[in-house]
T-cell receptor
Framework: EDQVTQSPEALRLQEGESSSLNCSYT??????LFWYRQDPGKGPEFLFT???AGEEKEKERLKATLTKKESFLHITAPKPEDSATYLC????????????FGDGTTLTVKP | DVKVTQSSRYLVKRTGEKVFLECVQD?????MFWYRQDPGLGLRLIYF???????EKGDIPEGYSVSREKKERFSLILESASTNQTSMYLC??????????????FGSGTRLTVV
């Protein structure tokens, strides 16, 4: 059974204080690992897809990296508008499009 | 702007009512999904569909059914609503398999309260 564990559950940062969110996963044959951002009361919004160990993707202050067992979402010099819940999900080659989600990390960035 | 549209943002229903949640996507995606999201439990898959008239059970299908008569529309049905089905319901769509730049596209969610 595919599993995704995210840590920490919650993270509070000062504006400009860089940090990383962790996503540990087990999956039988990874097709893709996804990161999403979710604002309160809204549906998740897709950020990145990573496919193989060593791959990196960047978008503004966010950088996602992937190893064989975990993924990190690095946030560089965060701003208050980066406050949100960040979700990680994996998709197995055998599951034809079905993703398993982690519980998310809620990030709060204080000005 | 491509999107997934859920028919209601907020819904209040009585115990025992039959409830229909509608979801429409305009991206010609093959896959569609229904999740519920509860504090501390994360996103849990209820049902998904790979194609018109195709459906498969997710992790928590009990008390729910689905209908996909057209490619763009995926309906979630609560046969007899109960208070433990009070939740945020999220619909999503995606291409058949993960490919670069394509995750799920989610709707804005329907917050259902069963009283």
């Amino acid at each position: 059974e595919d599993q995704v564990t995210q840590s920490p559950e919650a993270l509070r940062l000062q504006e400009g204080e860089s940090s990383s969110l962790n996503c540990s996963y087990t999956v039988s044959g990874l097709r893709g690992l996804f990161w999403y951002r979710q604002d309160p009361g809204k549906g998740p919004e897709f950020l990145f897809t990573l496919y193989s160990a060593g791959e990196e993707k960047e978008k503004e202050r966010l950088k996602a990296t992937l190893t064989k067992k975990e993924s990190f979402l690095h946030i560089t010099a965060p701003k208050p508008e980066d406050s949100a819940t960040y979700l990680c999900a994996v998709q197995a080659r055998t599951n034809a499009g079905k993703s398993t989600f982690g519980d998310g990390t809620t990030l709060t960035v204080k000005p | 702007d491509v999107k997934v549209t859920q028919s209601s943002r907020y819904l209040v229903k009585r115990t025992g009512e039959k409830v229909f949640l509608e979801c429409v996507q305009d991206m010609d995606h093959e896959n569609m999904f229904w999740y519920r999201q509860d504090p501390g439990l994360g996103l849990r898959l209820i049902y998904f569909s790979y194609d018109v008239k195709m459906k498969e059970k997710g992790d928590i299908p009990e008390g729910y059914s689905v209908s996909r008569e057209k490619k763009e529309r995926f309906s979630l049905i609560l046969e007899s609503a109960s208070t433990n089905q009070t939740s945020m319901y999220l619909c999503a769509s995606s291409p058949p398999q993960a490919r670069d730049g394509y995750g799920y596209t989610f709707g804005s969610g329907t917050r259902l309260t069963v009283v």
